[in-house]
């Protein structure tokens, strides 16, 4: 045998020459389509080299791999269909040889679909005119190497010798092919395909990972990539208020893929994922059971399954053994509208089940195409005779065997009628994923239909002009293509090879026979705009048990206003405390993270969950304390003027006159203003309240102690006045005491006239006291002014004092020395002992304090000094005389 290798282009080829019975025979294994010029010229060269050998033929490893459905044409589209969902046991020993691979599972929908679309080409007179498409179906049997299996034997459709007298009609590959319905199955043949060229079709694989065009350059779809499902799913779980969910996912591409763009999105809308668990079909019967304890103990009331069609049937087998009935189901669209998964006993599980799901369509004629089937039409091929057997539970005569015989099957008649038969065969009501079936074949007709029809100027070398063309050329139309199916739907792909991605949005709910039902309740669009992709009708949602309210599935209740969320250590976000806000601090909104401070002006209410104005405190009229304040101080005026007017009455009697009653009225007057000061402490402070109430109380208390200190003098220095030679009166007259009254007082004046003018006090308020309360005050403005005021009261006073207490002793009766020393003392005791109560006294104590002292001094001043006099003047009229007041005995 001789093995040649042949470059091309970068295209292999690999020829081997064999002799057997003196005749020249050339097989060949092509790694790269070739054209049928290239292998005749290579036949040629090579007739010479006729060799007689002796020995056995070299043929293919295995079993020629059959199509199970086809039929010839100008053009063969290549399909792999999961016909059979399972594959059989069988014997592995190797100590004979292995039996073929038995699927089970059966069911042919997609296949039909498949030619009632080539067939309607076919008929068409403007697509593909004078071009006939054939086709080739694969069963794979839901797995990966048979699927792999079919797709290099589509790739190489060839005889498996070719004698080189030879002639090719037609090309030895198929030009597009529509392939599995797993992911995982389709991420294979389009990674086989790929390095060819050769477009791969799928209808059923979501995997975003297939958008990849580094990896999957040839492939196409039409169905939307999971990308646009799991975001729309995180988005429904989201609507609905679930922030603490967990998760299931089929272990494969399909699932794996989906689940991590769900989760990746839950993420960002702020949903937790309890757990996400993988499961598969094939999972030991101990990794199940932990699964589905797992389930049983978790606090998340919702699951969303990623689940392909058999994953969720073999879970529901346990699920239902455990009676897990109280969870909501959101699903994918996998098993969301498979009606092998919505039985009656399944509802028990997945009653109220949410899932997004490939838009149901109608395919005019294909029910019709589909009832067509009948035995007289369908001999010899094994698939449909299976078909029928299965539907009929019949056995045809040429497909006997001893089990159908042992079970007790009767012969099939040839009389059955499919129209009779509800199946899901026979059910298109329901076509959703039958639909992408029927676009995937349009897709490549009319990809093909443009490339013959094309022109080299608008194309470059992408057209083609015969049956016999590069895949390549088709890829570049499969790109471009863009149509509208007989029932109004547009086809396109985008840059990725995915279509526009448009879900209904399914709602499980039972009808009046008990039967499950398919209900649309929203649609999520990808290509709207932001906030009007996602529409939903929450009217229409039946939920767990057939009941209308809402399922809840969250960790923690969400935090009320007022309180804000704490998070548990060592949990997800959504797992949280509800701590109530600080004293001061607020919240107004559900779940939130921080609690805000209020403004210093503010303070939170009592719910703590908006800020209020503070309590504003000070001293009022409205208030107990301020109205007693007040009648004090209005008692003290009148008391004042009662004093006034008996001095008035009796202003000629001697005990009047005795110590200069000019003075003693102006005492009077200014002792009125002194308890007629005090009420300007009373109320809210102002700037014009706080300037009045400071400046007055200086300024009448210097008036009212100027007038005393006076009065001192006058008693001290008229004893002095009666030594031999004395001429001390002269300079202490009426005119001279007035004077001094008047510079003394106007000293004051000034002080406070300069305060008013650098730094007047002013109304003012206190946050640092109080947190929850401002205290209205006045501020003194300038702290010299104010202690100078004080201190020139202070100066005056102790002067009057010292003055006093040297003339208590003097002799006689009109001797006010002694009075004036006691209503000092009282002045004194009451202004030192003020000072460390103001420091300590809080919020409008401090003004109490001040109306206090000045009430007391004012009282000590009026009592001490005057009420002895008018004691004399009511009650002891006898000593109001001269000779009396001048006696040397009281």
């Not at 002639?167 to 990674?191: R, Y």
């Not at 003055?803 to 006691?822: G, M, Q, S, V």
């Amino acid at each position: 045998m001789l093995l040649i290798t042949l470059f091309d282009d970068n295209k292999i080829s690999l020829v081997h020459i064999k002799a057997a019975h003196s005749k020249l025979i050339i097989q060949i294994t092509l790694s790269y389509p070739y054209s049928c010029s290239m292998l005749f010229c290579v036949a040629v060269l090579l007739m010479p080299f006729s060799i007689k050998a002796e020995g056995h033929n070299c043929n293919m490893q295995g079993a020629e791999l059959v199509p199970q459905l086809s039929k010839d044409g100008d053009i063969i589209i290549g399909a792999i269909f999961s016909l059979h969902r399972k594959t059989g046991n069988r014997d592995l020993s190797y100590k004979s040889k292995p039996e073929p691979l038995q699927c089970e599972r059966f069911g042919q929908t997609f296949a039909q679909t498949t030619i009632y679309a080539i067939e309607e080409i076919n008929n068409n007179t403007e697509l593909l005119p004078n071009i006939s498409i054939g086709y080739k179906i694969y069963d794979s049997c839901a797995s990966v190497p048979v699927s792999m299996r079919a797709v290099m034997t589509l790739m190489n459709e060839k005889q498996n010798e070719l004698s080189y007298n030879d002639s090719c009609k037609k090309p030895f590959f198929v030009p597009a092919i529509i392939a599995e319905s797993g992911s995982s199955p389709t991420m294979a043949i389009a990674k086989t395909a790929g390095p060819f060229q050769i477009p791969v079709v799928s209808h059923f694989a979501t995997c975003a990972c297939l958008s990849n065009r580094h990896e999957f350059p040839t492939f196409f779809r039409t169905i939307p990539s999971d990308f646009y499902q799991s975001r729309a799913l995180a988005q429904l779980v989201k609507h609905f208020g679930w922030t603490w969910v967990g998760a299931i996912r089929s272990d494969n591409d399909y699932g794996n893929s989906g689940m991590a763009t769900f989760v990746q999105a839950a993420q960002q809308e702020g949903i937790c994922i309890e757990y996400s668990e993988p499961f598969f079909r094939t999972y030991t019967k101990e990794n199940i059971l932990r699964i589905i304890n797992i389930i049983k103990m978790s606090t998340s009331k919702v699951i969303v399954a990623f689940l392909a069609q058999s994953d969720m049937s073999v879970l529901l087998q346990d699920l239902i053994k455990e009676n897990l009935t109280d969870i909501q189901w959101v699903g994918s669209e996998a098993w969301v509208t498979d009606t092998n998964i919505a039985t009656k006993e399944n509802c028990r599980i997945l009653g109220g089940a949410l899932g997004f799901a490939i838009r149901k369509s109608w395919i005019p004629g294909l029910k019709e195409f589909l009832l067509k089937i009948h035995p007289s039409a369908i001999t010899g091929n094994a698939l449909l005779k299976e078909f029928w057997e299965t539907t009929f539970s019949c056995y045809l005569n040429d497909n006997i065997t001893a089990d159908m015989k042992s079970a007790g099957m009767r012969a099939c008649s040839g009389t059955e009628n499919l129209n009779g038969i509800n199946n899901l065969y026979t059910d298109v009501t329901e076509l959703r994923i039958s639909n992408n079936v029927y676009k995937a074949v349009n897709a490549i007709a009319h990809a093909l239909h443009n490339m013959f029809t094309c022109t080299t100027r608008e194309n470059h070398e992408s057209c083609a002009k015969s049956v016999f063309f590069e895949p390549w050329k088709l890829l570049h139309f499969m790109k471009m293509v863009k149509f509208r199916t007989k029932y109004g739907e547009e086809v396109y792909f985008d840059e990725n090879g995915d279509p526009a991605a448009i879900y209904e949005l399914i709602n499980w709910q039972l009808n009046a026979k008990g039967e499950n039902e398919f209900v649309t309740v929203g649609y999520y669009d990808a290509t709207a705009i932001s906030g009007q992709n996602f529409l939903i009708n929450n009217t229409k949602i039946i939920w767990i048990g057939g009941k209308r309210e809402l399922h809840k599935s969250i960790c923690s209740e969400s935090c009320i206003f007022g309180t804000r969320r704490a998070m548990r250590k060592g949990k997800p976000v959504c797992c949280f405390d509800c701590i109530p806000c600080a004293e001061g601090e607020m919240s107004n909104a559900t779940d939130s993270s921080d609690c805000i401070k209020c403004p210093m002006e503010y303070w939170s209410n009592a719910k703590k969950d908006k800020c209020i104005f503070k309590e504003t405190e000070h001293l009022s009229f409205e208030e107990i304390l301020g109205i007693l304040l007040t009648a004090v101080s209005l008692m003290g005026v009148c008391i004042t003027l009662v004093t006034a007017f008996i001095f008035f009455l009796y202003k000629h009697t001697p005990i009047v006159k005795a110590n200069n009653s000019e003075l003693s009225f102006l005492l009077l007057f200014s002792l009125t203003l002194c308890f007629l000061c005090s009420v300007t402490f009373i109320g809210r402070p102002s700037d014009w309240s706080c300037m009045l109430r400071h400046t007055a109380f200086g300024i009448t208390f210097v008036l009212c102690i100027s007038c005393v200190l006076g009065k001192t003098i006058v008693v001290l220095m008229a004893f002095r006045a009666t030594q031999p030679g004395s001429s001390v009166m002269k300079w202490f007259g009426a005119s001279q005491q007035r004077l001094c009254v008047f510079v003394i007082t106007s000293l004051q004046s000034l002080i406070c006239f300069l305060w008013l003018l650098i730094a007047p006090p002013s109304a003012d308020r206190n946050f640092s006291y109080y947190r929850d309360k401002i205290i209205l005050e006045c501020n003194v403005g300038s702290q010299t002014a104010f202690y100078a005021v004080l201190g020139y009261i202070g100066l005056l006073s102790s002067l009057c004092f010292i003055l006093a207490f040297k003339a208590r002793t003097l002799p006689d009766n009109f001797n006010e020395a002694k009075f004036i020393t006691f209503s000092m003392l009282i002045f004194c005791a009451v202004w030192i002992t003020f000072i460390p109560v103001y420091i300590s006294s809080p919020g409008k104590y401090i003004v109490v304090v001040e109306i206090f002292a000045i009430l007391a001094s004012s009282f000590g001043l009026l009592f001490c000094i005057f009420t002895p006099k008018c004691y004399i003047i009511l009650f002891k009229p006898h000593r109001n005389t001269k000779k009396y007041l001048m006696g040397k005995t009281c």
